[in-house]
């Protein structure tokens, strides 16, 4: 496993990490929750094969994913970073407190490794928030702050608030077929040290190869995506077609070459979810090997390329409902 830097916190975290927003939670359509001895499984596979970042958030299972982790890590504490978040609605400064508290009782934890705003509020001011933020890290409950889903002019007014704390990274959506961040988000962390955390790294599961042309995804996640559909999926071959090639090329699967594309980028770190082992150590083949700047140029030339039907309604709404 490969490790960075996050920010300038001095915390070193593995490239590939452990996203946990389905611990916890129900399977959408399916009156069932996930297996904790599964999803603990996972954990401790993640740290036998060198996984120290796992991310977590109050919303979440509505606690659950958090209180699974404290379970989980107990006994490993000081072998793991801890990431958690705290939803946009309780970004006053008291509620700021308040949340951080009750995250740090459900984890079990007498310090949150990386605290992030999991969403702006515009009705909060970000100064608000920040001195909390400032707070909690004096009186030694966090480490770091972190934000999530901020664009370039939301995060350097968190940065400017935070000061002289430095902000350590910005969680947002970032995969070889979302790379809107590029354009600007990306050269502002970037110049500020700033660490990217890129969730949804496979795009929802498409950039697994276990969605191709023909398939019917059962998963609410995947049913409630445009990409999902017939066409959307016809639309992929090509590019499923070239990272099968390359993975193979590699000896990897189509899902690792995809992660390889991201962590290959400067200060970016990528968080897949997973519910069992098996994924886990799919995810942490991601690292210790490198692709080609030709077969990187060719799998972003490729996904440049594909132009996918943008349906609107119903599954777009409850698309944007998922607490990422």
């Known amino acids: 496993m490969d490790y960075r830097e996050l920010g300038k916190s001095g915390l070193k975290v593995s490239v590939i990490g452990l996203g946990t927003w389905q611990w916890g939670s129900r399977e959408w359509g399916w009156n069932q929750l996930y297996a904790e001895k599964d999803v603990r499984a996972a954990f401790q596979k993640g740290l036998e094969l060198g996984i120290n970042f796992i991310d977590t958030a109050e919303i979440y299972g509505h606690g659950r994913s958090e209180e699974i982790l404290g379970r989980a890590i107990h006994g490993f504490r000081d072998q793991v970073i801890i990431a958690t978040k705290v939803w946009p609605w309780n970004l006053s400064y008291r509620k700021v407190l308040r949340s951080a508290e009750k995250s740090l009782g459900r984890l079990g934890a007498d310090i949150i ?26 009186s030694g409950r966090v480490r770091c702050v972190g934000v999530s889903n901020f664009n370039v002019k939301q995060m350097k007014a968190a940065q400017e608030a935070l000061m002289p704390i430095e902000l350590a990274s910005n969680q947002v959506k970032y995969n070889l077929l979302d790379r809107g961040i590029e354009r600007e988000l990306c050269p502002a962390a970037f110049a500020s040290h700033v660490t990217i955390i ?115 309604g119903l599954p777009n709404l409850i698309r944007g409902l998922i607490p990422i």
């Open 198 to 312: 890129a969730y949804s790294p496979l795009a929802k599961g498409l950039l697994t190869g276990k969605y191709i042309a023909g398939s019917k995804p059962n998963s609410f996640v995947q049913r409630a995506s445009p990409r999902f559909s017939k066409r959307n999926l016809a639309k992929f071959d090509e590019a499923y077609k070239l990272l099968k090639h390359i993975g193979d090329a590699h000896g990897k699967t189509i899902a690792q070459v995809a992660l390889n594309w991201l962590i290959s980028k400067e200060d970016v770190v990528a968080i897949p979810g997973a519910k069992r082992p098996v994924d886990v150590e799919d995810n942490a083949g991601a690292a210790g090997w490198q692709l080609t700047s030709g077969e990187i140029t060719a799998m972003e030339t490729s996904a440049n390329q594909i132009n996918f039907d943008k349906m609107s």
């Open 113 to 138: 490794d990386l605290y992030q705003i999991h969403w702006p509020n515009q009705l909060v001011p970000i100064r608000n928030t920040m001195k909390a933020m400032k707070k909690l890290v004096d």
